[in-house]
């Protein structure tokens, strides 16, 4: 069984950055995708970006490409996504994910992730 419990959100101002946390316990399989999802008010709940537990490949949607950076310390079980130059759309709850044996291909589908955290608030204001 895997737990996943995020950390860093909270208010920030248009151009600021912040830095999420997810740390992950349990043990975690060589295979494993995580994930970062968010999901504003009204909306459905997006990809933002995944990592290779393995190799650290990395994917992310073109709305954050530039700003967003995805990264993890397996040592430490925990992926971070350091955001930067923050705009009033990225508001919303994050949430991190973990899809064992997973892959770059579906790495975008919610449905493929098993396991999530409770989530983080983001707030841009502008």
């Known amino acids: 069984q895997v737990q996943l419990v995020e950390s860093g959100g909270g208010l920030v101002q248009a151009g600021g950055s912040l830095r999420l946390s997810c740390a992950a316990s349990?043990?975690?399989?060589?295979?494993?995708?995580m994930g970062w999802f968010r999901q504003a008010p009204g909306k459905e709940r997006e990809f933002v970006a995944a990592?290779?537990?393995?190799?650290?490949?990395?994917l992310y949607t073109d709305s954050v490409k530039g700003r967003f950076t995805i990264s993890r310390d397996n040592a430490k079980n925990t992926v971070y996504l350091q955001m930067n130059s923050l705009k009033a759309e990225d508001t919303g709850v994050y949430y991190c994910?973990?899809?064992?044996?997973?892959?770059?291909?579906?790495?975008?589908?919610?449905?493929?992730?098993?396991?999530w955290g409770q989530g983080t608030q983001v707030t841009v204001s502008s």
């Open positions: 990592i290779s537990w393995s190799d650290g490949t990395t």
């Open positions: 994910a973990a899809n064992p044996l997973g892959q770059v291909r579906g790495a975008l589908n919610t449905r493929n992730y098993p396991y």
């Open positions: 349990g043990r975690t399989i060589s295979s494993t995708l």
